[in-house]
């Protein structure tokens, strides 16, 4: 990896406490949605480094997503659904959980939003109303979802997952337990629709296949990574974040050790790791194209004894490579 082909930059303006999600505009790699602890959405031109409007929540904002272009969901430790007209400058309460929204995700083949809360349920909200179109109860607290085309995972406390499929939503297609010990913490689904990735706190990463055909189950398998090693003490760090790039099926991982590693899941490679970042990372987004990686670094307060001070919240936009992220 030479030095002059890579270009990444800090955005300004970012948040006053922790970024809890990065989400690149649907065929974007201009505009990035950015949710913060500090109750915060923010909506960036990556192009010119500006921010280009905020708004609030009473309490830290866990997640957000895009609709269309103009349209952003976000949700939160206040229970509570906005929804943002950028046009407009102006916002909506969609709807509320009986506990914080954790996870946000559009399912355009259903043209609906999906909300994933620590009430143990998952909400579907029609963005036209707008107005909740159905709820549907899960195993445990929600701490993670991802569509996969018509159909969507969800990752729960007690490492359990459910499988649902948009179209029919009156029953659960699968339900399984995590093949990791320990907690979950993000789910993403590759692009072909075939597999998800599943990362825990324990510095540890599955790839599950959705088809229940044993023989394709026996394809599945799980990895360490986001461990580091110093004299005879190995240092495992929880691995916060996933993303995908859509066109190559390739995918990031970002963990407390503050590295993002490149990943070829089919043929169980890495394909690059990049510097050291200055904290954990707590969420990744590739943009639609795959050029630009969008690098969100927050602390995450896993240390009993916080360093002091604590490192500053940052953005990091990285325009990436075919060398990076190309199967080889």
């Known amino acids: 990896m030479t030095g002059e082909t890579r270009t990444e930059f800090k955005l300004q303006n970012t948040p006053d406490d ?46 957000c997503c895009f609709q269309d272009a103009v349209h952003s969901y976000s949700g939160g430790l206040d229970n509570t659904l906005k929804m943002f007209d950028f046009n407009s400058n102006s916002e909506t309460v969609v709807g509320t959980h009986d506990n914080a929204i954790r996870a946000i995700e559009y399912a355009s083949e259903v043209q609906g939003i999906l909300t994933g809360s620590w009430d143990s349920t998952v909400k579907m909200w029609d963005p036209r109303q707008p107005r909740c179109v159905g709820t549907y109860t899960q195993p445990d607290k929600v701490y993670t979802m991802s569509v996969c085309g018509e159909k969507f995972v969800v990752g729960t406390a007690g490492r359990k997952v459910y499988v649902w499929d948009l179209r029919n939503m009156n029953f659960i297609q699968q339900r399984r337990d995590s093949s990791l010990k320990y907690q979950t913490r993000c789910i993403r689904c590759f692009p072909n629709k075939q597999a998800y990735v599943l990362s825990s706190i324990e510095g540890r990463v599955a790839v599950e296949y959705l088809d229940t055909n044993p023989e394709i189950q026996k394809k599945k398998y799980a990895f360490k990574c986001h461990r580091i090693k110093e004299g005879a003490i190995e240092h495992i760090y929880p691995v916060n974040a996933i993303s995908f790039h859509q066109t190559y099926n390739t995918f990031a991982t970002g963990g407390s050790d503050g590295y993002v590693n490149i990943w070829d899941g089919f043929n169980k490679k890495r394909l690059c790791q990049f510097h050291r970042y200055p904290t954990s990372i707590s969420s990744l987004c590739f943009s639609h194209d795959g050029t630009v990686l969008a690098i969100a670094c927050s602390y995450q307060y896993e240390l009993e004894t916080p360093p002091d001070p604590i490192p500053e919240d940052n953005v990091y936009i990285r325009y990436v490579t075919d060398q990076e992220t190309k199967p080889k």
């Open 18 to 63: 922790s970024i809890s999600s990065v989400k690149f505009g649907p065929n974007s790699v201009q505009f990035l949605l950015v949710s913060s602890w500090d109750g915060t959405v923010r909506l960036y031109d990556v192009a010119s480094n500006t921010l280009r409007l905020k708004y609030s929540h009473d309490h830290p904002v866990l997640d």
